[in-house]
């Protein structure tokens, strides 16, 4: 082994235990910082010496695969589900009809039932091999690519002494708080929301671009292992055994000895699941002898050893008072409904979103109806249904707002979209603060030395009205001003004020945000429909903002995953003259607005004057792909024309631009010969 070959063996083994530390024991040991250069640096390696990538190496978790379609493949072991109950006196019948198969008393093995997408996940030599979806219980559809980015699950096990081969079976979902922060950026760009965290984990997983899946923060629980002769002799013991190798496992579990603690069980967690961060809708109850199991055997649809118990949504009726149409930061209008304050799930339930007007349409609310409420997910309250038994005579529907409830604008919605939005962005108040919210961001400039709050602040004593006014803030504008804060009884008070040191961080935030990637900038300036992702990608197609703001609705198109609809807000974002002065008020003050010199060196010239479509399924993803070809001195093309020097063929080429390559004699080189070309 070469010393950049241990080099990069040593990096993902370092950087595999760190995870481990930081997701399953909660200890982390290095900082996000520290973490973050190792992973550059294997990052690195890893595009110089692709020959010696690691099957497990962590850098899968960043994502970058790209999966136009995903394949079929039958399951080793079938996925039956399991027959579902909602009494306890089911669950006495379940434990009667078993006892009397078995002609003994049966210890049971409690847990809780995920609400998410169930997975398969196979490992070969400690190494994980392939996540298969649930299907229709034959076969499923191969999500490797996209469950390789959860940072749960593990990509090598832990220890030595697992089975050569076996096959897990685990709950693919997403936390309440990533569910919450999601559907907000959904309705702020006019997308509608996810309508609970199973929806969202499953819509996640089978996204095309791994790297979104990635940034999405899906979690991973194991509750079963499958495989010949297993040295396990309970399914209690095996996951403790697989939670000894690495795994994330159902970390409540419990053996109860008879249907009586089991009940008791089941009646402790319906209770104690509001107080959850993540998604159950009941428990499982399994035999736990796994001898037993194979003695009780299967029916055609389930496994007879074991039954789901659902816990029923809280619902109540409650009477609906008004309703508030709130605008964020994009424009969208969100109707809020306001009730009479009912009790739901341990918390009291004041409003509940009705998230637009298709919504409301659909629900046909009425003035003065009572409406059905309970809590999605058992943490979101939202209105499920009208209580038409108490509906007046003659109650007229509640018709959405016409004009912005901020600015008084003829809101608009177009066709196409189910967000209604108010078009007055740069002088409509929430909309103003949003962009500059955003703009401050993590994700965008980072200036953590500013928050919600100081923004207000700033907003409201006139020293800033946009994005580029925070770069002529000064020490002295800034030292003093302040804003009384009272309580929602009007009782407490709090007066909050800029001092030196709060004013110091601030402007010093404020110069090191100038230091900020273009890709980042163009995300933090909030042109609508443009997220994170996109960002980035028309930072690396265009390089720079005045070929960004020259291009043509074609020219945009061009770009992985920029649609009409996006392409036309670029469009009308640079068309406008204020945005326009913003953006040139930003450049001025140092702010990048063009890919560095390093981000766009040539490597070489050995593709000068080549141009190049690419098509396919890569080793890595088309954008790297497509860096690549721009290093080496090449020109990426979009369609195949009797001028294009060579189609680049990853797996799954489309057969229509292979036809076409044919017939105007277009070479089609593979991966492999374009890598040998550039000499990688």
Not at 19 to 26: A, E, H, I, K
Not at 443 to 457: P, Q, Y
Not at 500 to 519: D, H, Y
């Amino acid at each position: 082994m070469n010393p950049i070959e241990e080099e990069m063996v040593r990096l993902t083994a370092d950087l595999n235990r760190h995870n481990y530390n930081y997701y399953m024991l909660d200890a982390p040991v290095i900082s996000d910082y520290e973490f973050d250069q190792l992973l550059r640096k294997l990052q690195d390696l890893e595009k110089q010496h692709p020959e010696f990538m690691q099957p497990d190496s962590p850098t899968q978790r960043v994502g970058g695969t790209v999966t136009k379609k995903f394949e079929t493949v039958k399951h080793v072991y079938p996925m039956l589900s399991l027959g579902n109950t909602y009494s306890e006196e089911e669950l006495v019948e379940f434990d009667s009809r078993l006892r009397g198969l078995v002609n003994a008393d049966i210890e049971y093995a409690c847990e809780l039932k995920y609400d998410g997408l169930a997975i398969s996940i196979q490992y070969e030599h400690g190494v994980m091999k392939r996540a298969v979806t649930r299907g229709d219980g034959t076969q499923g559809d191969d999500v490797t690519a996209n469950v390789r980015t959860i940072p749960t699950v593990p990509l090598r096990l832990q220890g030595a002494d697992y089975p050569d081969f076996f096959e897990v079976r685990g709950e693919i979902l997403m936390p309440f708080a990533r569910f919450e922060a999601l559907n907000r950026e959904r309705e702020d760009i006019g997308e509608p929301p996810f309508a609970n965290p199973r929806n969202a984990a499953s819509g996640t997983l089978k996204l095309q671009e791994s790297a979104e899946v990635a940034r999405r923060g899906l979690d991973f629980r194991l509750y079963y292992v499958m495989g010949d002769n297993l040295p396990l002799t309970t399914h209690y013991d095996s996951i403790m055994q697989l939670k000894s190798w690495g795994c994330r496992v159902n970390e409540v579990m419990k053996k109860a000895q008879g249907i009586s603690q089991v009940i008791d069980f089941m009646h402790f967690w319906d209770a104690e699941r509001k107080k959850l961060d993540f998604p159950i809708d009941g428990i499982v109850i399994k035999v736990n002898n796994f001898a037993m199991q194979q003695q009780l055997g299967m029916t055609a649809k389930n496994p007879r050893w074991a039954i789901a118990y659902k816990f029923k949504a809280e619902k109540q009726s409650t009477l609906l008072l008004s309703v508030d149409y709130q605008v964020g930061r994009t424009g969208i209008v969100t109707p809020v409904a306001n009730l009479t304050p009912v009790p739901l799930a341990g918390t009291i339930v004041k409003r509940a979103t009705l998230h637009n007007a298709d919504v409301m349409a659909a629900l046909d609310i009425r003035e003065g109806d009572s409406l059905f409420v309970e809590k999605g997910g058992e943490i979101i309250p939202k209105i499920v249904g009208v209580d038409l038994d108490k509906r007046q005579s003659g109650a007229q529907p509640v018709r959405f707002a016409t004009r912005c409830p901020e600015c008084g604008a003829v809101l608009v919605k177009n066709e196409d979209e189910a967000g209604t939005f108010c078009p007055n962005e740069l002088h409509c108040a929430p909309q103003i603060k949003g962009k500059m919210e955003h703009f401050i961001g993590r994700k965008a400039m980072n200036l953590d030395s500013l928050g919600e709050g100081k923004v207000e602040m700033l907003y409201e004593n006139g020293l800033v009205k946009n994005i580029a006014d925070f770069y002529d803030l000064t020490y002295n504008q800034l030292l003093g001003i302040e804003k009384k804060f009272v309580s929602e009884d009007g009782k407490a008070e709090r007066v909050v004020s800029f001092r030196e040191k709060t004013v110091e961080n601030i402007l010093a935030g404020i110069a090191q945000s100038r230091e900020v990637p273009f890709e980042r900038v163009l995300f933090a300036i909030g042109i609508r429909y443009v997220g994170e992702t996109t960002a980035k990608k028309l930072a690396r197609h265009f390089k720079n903002i005045d070929a960004l703001s020259a291009a043509t609705k074609e020219e945009l198109m061009e770009v992985n995953d920029v649609g009409e609809r996006v392409a036309d807000s670029i469009i009308a974002y640079f068309n406008n003259v204020e945005n326009l002065e913003i953006v040139v008020r930003l450049r001025n003050a140092g702010l990048h607005f063009a890919l560095t010199e390093a981000e766009t060196a040539t490597v070489s010239t050995v593709l000068d004057g080549k141009s190049i479509v690419v098509s396919g399924v890569f080793s890595i993803s088309r954008d790297d792909m497509k860096k690549l070809i721009e290093q080496y001195g090449g020109k990426n093309v979009s369609s195949i024309s009797k001028n294009t020097s060579y189609v680049l063929a990853g797996e799954k080429m489309g057969p229509e631009k292979r036809k076409k390559a044919e017939s105007r004699g277009v070479p089609i080189i593979s991966e492999t010969e374009f890598y040998e070309m550039i000499g990688k």
